[in-house]
């Protein structure tokens, strides 16, 4: 059975950084698209970032040069570096596990969510 | 950047109803389209993608239809169980969501 299960969400001051985590069971991360995906409080989905099985890396546009998405191969892990946190990254955070066809890929997977609160 | 609107943002209906829900693409993006339903507190869950696809363990009276720009969602027979909001996502270029449409009570 496949389980995505995130941690590190919590309460950070602007500016600051918070590091997720997602750990992933019934699969190997390695082998597939693993993309992060947010929800502001009361609002709609928000693609993030992605790790391609061939270790690309990709973010929108809101996030370049502040977070970094990687993986730990050995813990079938998945990271989300947050950096130069503002209050608008507020949000639930969801670990997905894309599958598909070729470059064209769905989430079929989420984890539970883990909450994000930038906020002095 | 592709950019995705779903009509209507919020619907009511009662149980029985058939519904549907309109989404609409910026560009085409072919049939690279799949459909969300997420409950408050809770992750999204797949209930179509490529456009029309079932998910397994998705029932039957949900279904899609739909490319290039124009695709709907269509729920034969509203249950108690399909109150929620639901999410047109593209997936031809990189990842876009609309912006949810809820389903209430009428």
């Not at chain 1, 997602?22 to 409080?41: H, I």
């Not at chain 1, 050995?74 to 947050?82: A, G, P, R």
């Amino acid at each position: 059975e496949v389980q995505l299960v995130e941690t590190g969400g919590g309460l950070i001051q602007p500016g600051g950084s918070l590091r997720l985590s997602c750990a992933a069971s019934g699969f190997t991360v390695s082998s597939n698209y693993m993309s992060w995906v947010r929800q502001a409080p009361g609002k709609g989905l928000e693609w993030v970032s992605v790790i391609y099985s061939d270790g690309r890396t990709y973010y929108t546009d809101s996030v370049k040069g502040r977070f970094t998405i990687s993986r730990d191969n050995s813990k079938n892990t998945v990271y989300l570096q947050m950096n130069s946190l503002r209050a608008e990254d507020t949000a639930v955070y969801y670990c997905t596990r894309a599958v598909g066809r070729g470059d064209f890929e769905y989430f079929q997977h989420w984890g539970q969510g883990t909450l994000v609160t930038v906020s002095s | 950047d592709i950019q995705m609107t779903q009509s209507p943002s919020t619907l009511s209906a009662s149980v029985g109803d058939r519904v549907t829900i309109t989404c609409r693409a910026s560009q085409s993006i072919s049939g690279w389209l799949a459909w969300y339903q997420q409950k408050p507190g809770k992750a999204p869950k797949l209930l179509i993608y490529e456009a029309s696809s079932l998910e397994s363990g998705v029932p039957s009276r949900f279904s899609g239809s739909g490319s290039g720009t124009e695709f709907t969602l269509t729920i034969s027979s509203l249950q108690p169980d399909d109150f929620a909001t639901y999410y047109c996502q593209q997936y031809n270029s990189y990842w876009t969501f609309g912006q949810g449409t809820k389903v209430e009570i009428k």
